[in-house]
Nanobody, 122 residues
C-alpha cells in the first residue's frame, strides 16, 4: 500500500495550491479518503474527508469554504484544492484512507502517506 502526496510548496497568503495523493496497492474506490495536517509538536488535525464516490464530503471548520476535497477513482488520486491560504495553514499535510467511517480521528484511518509541506508566507 502506498499513498504518495505531492503539490506542497511555498506560497503567499491569499494564494491557492492543490495537493494530490496517488494511491496504489489497495482498492481505492472502496475507501473513504481524507486529509490531515500536523504542525511540529502538535497532534495530527483532521482537514477533510470524501466518501467512495465523491458524493459526500466533510470539512474541519477551520478550512470550510476555503478547501475542497475531490477524487478521481479512475486515476486513484485524491486532491485537496486550497484557496485563500493563511500563514496558519503552514504545516505538513497527509493523505489517508479508511474503510468507510465518517471520522475525524487519526486512529480510525488505515493507511497514511508521507506528507507534503505547505508553507504560507505573510
Amino acid at each position: 500500500v502506498q499513498l504518495q502526496a505531492s503539490g506542497g510548496g511555498l506560497v503567499q497568503a491569499g494564494d491557492s495550491l492543490r495537493l494530490s495523493c496517488a494511491a496504489s496497492g489497495f482498492t481505492f474506490s472502496s475507501y473513504f479518503m481524507g486529509w490531515f495536517r500536523q504542525a511540529p509538536g502538535k497532534e495530527r488535525e483532521f482537514v477533510a474527508l470524501i466518501n467512495w464516490s465523491g458524493g459526500m464530503t466533510y470539512y474541519a471548520d477551520s478550512v470550510k469554504g476555503r478547501f475542497t476535497i475531490s477524487r478521481d477513482n479512475a486515476e486513484k488520486t485524491v486532491y485537496l484544492q486550497m484557496s485563500s491560504l493563511k500563514p496558519e495553514d503552514t504545516v505538513v499535510y497527509y493523505c489517508t484512507s479508511n474503510s468507510g467511517q465518517l471520522s475525524t480521528l487519526p486512529g480510525d484511518y488505515d493507511y497514511w502517506g508521507q506528507g507534503t509541506l505547505v508553507t504560507v508566507s505573510s
